[in-house]
């Protein structure tokens, strides 16, 4: 598995640390990657600003210039799930979108889902799933707190 490697080989799918989310990448060889970006925006912002958007290109970048500061790791989390593509496939497609503008939503169509798309046949992203279910807790969480406050004050008038 290559799972936290800092090695990356062709078809590898590269995750980078950013401030408020993870961004990610295919690695193609020769210190490349392709991802989908927003030309013009800050590393931090580039997600938030595609999503005004709704769109971003995808980019063909040297990996460090990507990366620039951040962490980032070789991450291949759904290796353990879902069989990849072979290499020269991932490669070929991946390459086919290079200058393309494409739709950007951050639920439905960002960085994650266009390289696990290129990797395995399948948009996934667990970024959302994971924000998607912490907000469903969060809210289950404050409907419990707000029919225990009920509770409390008609306890209180009795």
């Known amino acids: 598995m ?3 490697r800092r090695d990356p080989q062709p078809g ?7 401030t408020f989310y993870d961004h990610w ?3 193609v060889g020769d210190d490349f990657v392709i991802h989908v970006t927003d030309e013009g925006a800050s590393p931090i912002l580039a ?3 595609s999503v005004c958007a ?3 290109k995808v980019k063909k970048e040297i990996l460090r210039e990507v990366v620039k500061n951040d962490n980032w790791r070789v991450n ?3 290796d353990r799930s879902r069989t990849p593509r072979p290499v020269k496939e991932i490669i070929r497609r991946a390459e086919q979108w290079i200058g393309v503008e494409v739709p950007y939503d951050v639920l439905n169509s960002n960085c994650e889902h266009f390289v696990t798309e290129l990797r395995y ?3 996934l992203c667990e970024q959302v799933e994971e924000a998607f279910n912490d907000g469903v807790t969060a809210a289950a969480l404050g409907i419990l707190a707000g029919v225990a406050a009920f509770a ?3 306890l209180l008038r009795r």
């Open 2 to 4: 290559a799972e936290g």
């Open 121 to 123: 046949g399948e948009a």
């Open 25 to 27: 990448a295919v690695y």
């Open 47 to 49: 997600s938030s600003t």
């Open 12 to 18: 590898d799918l590269i995750e980078i640390e950013r």
């Open 76 to 78: 291949n989390k759904y």
């Open 152 to 154: 409390a004050r008609a």
């Open 54 to 56: 709704g769109k971003a």
